[in-house]
């Protein structure tokens, strides 16, 4: 059985297993204020070009956009966010929990547009009842999004510089953020995002690590007191030195990047073999989640064998499924994914 | 200058008003646990012939609201509602303050149908992946809506049905209740919303009270403690009994029914000359508030002279507004403001 | 029958009743925005010689509390105040329903010392560990307290000061504000206060207002988007005007000061009787409320003819027990409540 | 250097990196639906005898205990604990951000007594005016106590009774469990405290376990819903089965008393040594923890050398200071510690 519903079923990347492994001859403070932690924090920030950010390190991702948006919302101000958002529609209202309604925009594929974004804004600046609705405050972009597509450098350009009008924060949900950097088309560098974005995090669970979001802040007033938050929402590890060992291992030497480019190749794989059989794409993308529409008699017939994750129905006979590859994908599971795929057309 | 653009623009009703007044010389226990509080409860129970109802006065719609969302919600569950419901657009986000997510469904009228909140119901029961989301347990609608539009027995009894398949509660917010009591198509009595409806509240500060609402339980399980939630909420008033007076003074002889009639035809009134005239209704509807579409050109030339409330713009050259009705309206301002439209016709 | 158990148990002084009977002819804006709120205000301000301050009107304290606590504090920051605090044992845990700790110190007259205060918020800042403890950030004072007990202005003054040095808000709850500003003994004007809270309340519901409490806020950081959490927690009237003419009737001409003088003179001549008949005086006190230990057998024979409050056994004969005056408060009520202490000693 | 100053400072016990490094090479369900989870939480019913107890993994402590308070109090009602309670002085206000009060009891050595709690609630029981302060539904003890302290079953089984007379639930914190279940003097099985307590935990942080606390409800109405809970709070592990692999580890053959038992026998040792020279314990105690007044004289030449934490000063010489063992303290270090006492006393 090869299992492509999601890209977290394995543990972790070899890499990151040793690293942790190794560090368990020795002692530490506690609660992420050590020496590993300090050391992943400045490759980070220098991976980043932001030596003036501050990184933390938590362990998932729920609650990494419930401290943030505890962090950069007074009581009465809102998130924005696609209808998509996974804080709209996957984490049991975790921000409303927190105080904080989201607004949602409508998405075909899972993006905001700036123009989108604008018009909203400008609806509230105008409002003369403004005070009887929430405020928004903070946009929430997901990159890639949940639906597997990726902004562009000009795209987050034009979406900060509507931010900047309004006073609103940029937050990025980065949960796959390594598999946009290492796409073939992706012309957005992690520098640039810690310019453009004024928090984000670096998603470790989805890229191969046992668990583990680095949020990195570049906004000044979103720094203050950030770690009380943590603290409160039950979100800061005990043995924070587990964060700091596997952030170390993806940024030592380039890990990160490798585990997305292996990822999203085989996805490019798959998405060739997906066209070339003439199998239409659910939605366009270059990373490591492939969508794509296929007869549901196929489906039937791959289930038992391949795992994958059902998105829709589009018609009466055909669905929109996910298919997702990870560091712990191999090259031949795909291509028997592939080859089942032919001779079942 | 004569004001339509809200139904909440004066203090109150005379008798309203006299009823404090004379309440002034006497001394009471504070809290709401006084016999004029207790009266009123009687009357009101009386008036829904349900003997068993646990009857609470609140101060105002929004903290109402918040109140029995806090009553019959545990953390992780949420409201479902029309997109237009004031919890969704005018309480700034009352309801995710105390922790709720508010769902939306879509609604051209301000009303929710029975198949609708079955559809989404039935989507969340049959979602593996429930857990993942916020679990829809209310029901909020509002009688009259938003947007002026009243509910019909058999629609009520088909959400109440719906929402019995799914355990899931039905809450009617009542603000305006008098005017769909009152409308000549109404349907259903108190009686009928007090047997279909596991909570509601009766609105006075639109119906002519100073300020004040009646919620009245009759789903045993939203009974427990909520008085404590009330103070928690800083929804007890110290001087209760200024409530309870105002509710003995509604439901002694029936005023409560008469101020909603007495609006309602004035409103019949105003509907009947703009459709002489040719005018469409932005909305049908038999209560107080007239959504109409007019040209500009001459909404600019009654301003001045009467006030209104933009709704939206319809076209170029076109907005619905809204007119209310009230207790407070005399015949002859609206017999002004249809010679006005007449003569600008 | 004399009620002496409280000062909120008849509706209001004949003076705001007419206030308000005169405004009923009229129409005005909703929500606070209207003229009368805005010459109550300018009243207010002028009052505390604060013209750059901020005043809302909000119909109850609890929800006055916990809208302060959301303006001034992020969610890991505390309030501190004494035991005694109305917000810590009164309010059905309205704070914490609002996301804050109430840290307390222990006081046997309802006060808080600067020292105390020193010393706590030196232990804060000196604590290496603080990020796990919640973050005090407001000090919560009542004046007069719940005790009955007052502070004078170089007390208040040392408080701002300690307040001043480590950075936290210091917040006057000012439910019976009128009686200590009219007390014997008072030097502290609303000038005064003004100058040194950075947020206060101005009571009505107690100094014999139907409801209302008016928060002036001089500390710009609070002002920010007041009126969105007023709206959020439920706390904005529709009908702000009635809080409006309330106040302009405790301001036009002073009548606030002669309410609190009134009772204070009544406490006073009871207080007198007391002392010269033996009792001692549970709290000492120059204000409305009157704590007296006195023998149970003594209270027994009072009970059916006037009431108080029992505060708490102060050994197995004796209990300390609460007479509150008030504006309606007669003359005769107290000198037959005197009469009758004397006649049983 | 020796690090004694908390029992936390290392990754993990050999076994759990054993058994979670062994778990790399298969793919699982996310989410904590997997068959090792399923298989811990057998292992931990059993451990148990509580066939039909809930178990649930969730990653650290504050977690935890925000997400017990979220499951088992409505809005209004509160946590009793210990002033000493962890919820109340080291979680960054964490269960008031969820909305709720920490009701505090004074305790020299961190434990309630049963007479405590049914004052307390017998207070709560007679108040009239009940519903203006909290409503205390949940008794929090933690065992050992944060003093390093434990229960017998008979305080255990006095304090469970009175939680039934009065309708509250009993919540045991049990970080550190592992070590109160293997102390020589200990007569409390993990049977007996899931009969008495109606939910509690089993730590694995501060037992070896890299993360990791195993909850266990036992009282039905705590258990609906419970998982919405742990998603929302952020509380949720993608790869949950980390959780279940080291609670296997911990369960499977007896490691996890093996390690209390391990760490208790070297803090004996510690004792006596101290009761040898003739330093006083800070508390009495028999687990991980130890507390011993000391001079400071000596504390600042242990230093350098050996690192503790310290509790208070006792007196202008002395001071309490606690020295923790663990699955990771040698036996070498101990008497290495214990040495040093000896040439400098």
Redesign the interface.
Known sequence: MY?FH?D?????H?AI?EK??R??D?????YGDDDVCHNAAALIRNACSAPEADVHFL?????????VA?AGL???Q?MLGAQTAHVN??????I???????ETLPSSDGKLTAEQIRERLTLQANDA?A?????IKMVYISHPTELGTTYTKKELEAIRQVCDTFGVYLFMDGARLGYALSAWDNDLSLADIARLCHVFYIGG??LGA??GEAVVITEPTLKT?F???I?????????G??LGQQFEAFFEDGLYFRIGDHANKLADKLRATLSHLGYPLFLPGTTNQVFAVLPDALLEKLEGEFTFMLQEKTDTTHSAVRFCTSW?TTEESVDALCRKLESLS
Chains 1, 2, 3, 4 share one sequence.
Do not use: I
């Open positions: 299992l999601n977290y079923n394995m543990s972790c070899p297993l942790v492994s560090g368990n020795r002692q530490y403070p506690g362990v998932g991702g729920t609650q990494t956009n419930l401290t505890a007074r009581p009465y809102a529609v996957h984490e049991t209202g975790a409303e929990a927190t105080g904080h309604k989201v009842n005070e009887h609705a929430v405020q669970t989805k046992l668990f007191d770690r009380y938050l603290k409160q929402r039950g979100a800061m590890l005990a043995k030195w587990l712990a």
